[in-house]
């Protein structure tokens, strides 16, 4: 079920109950400094740290998703707009 505070949407998923919802939702707003709602959100948050890795099972054959653009070329600008990404 998505949630709107303070004109940031956030979903919160599972089976909750309504009341349970709702005090998460309070939580959230009482602490909304707290959460990083972007990536500018994160300054000063050393690269090394957000680096991933995909922990893969070579034995299993990958799928090949379809492709999203609009969203890749979205969120693209958003990391290079808040330094977290560079083009090399």
Do not use: Y
Not at 55 to 72: L, T
Request: net charge positive; aromatic share 4%; with cysteine.
């Amino acid at each position: 079920m998505e949630t709107e505070i303070g004109g940031k949407r956030f979903k919160l998923g599972g089976p909750l109950s309504e009341d349970t919802r709702q005090q998460i939702s309070g939580v959230i707003e009482k602490n909304m400094d707290a959460f990083a709602w972007s990536a500018s959100n994160m300054p000063g948050i050393d690269p090394d740290f957000l680096c991933h890795r995909l922990a893969m099972d070579p034995q299993v054959r990958p799928v090949r998703q379809r492709r999203r653009r609009q969203v890749i070329h979205e969120e693209t600008h958003k990391l290079l707009a808040a330094g977290h990404i560079r083009e090399i």
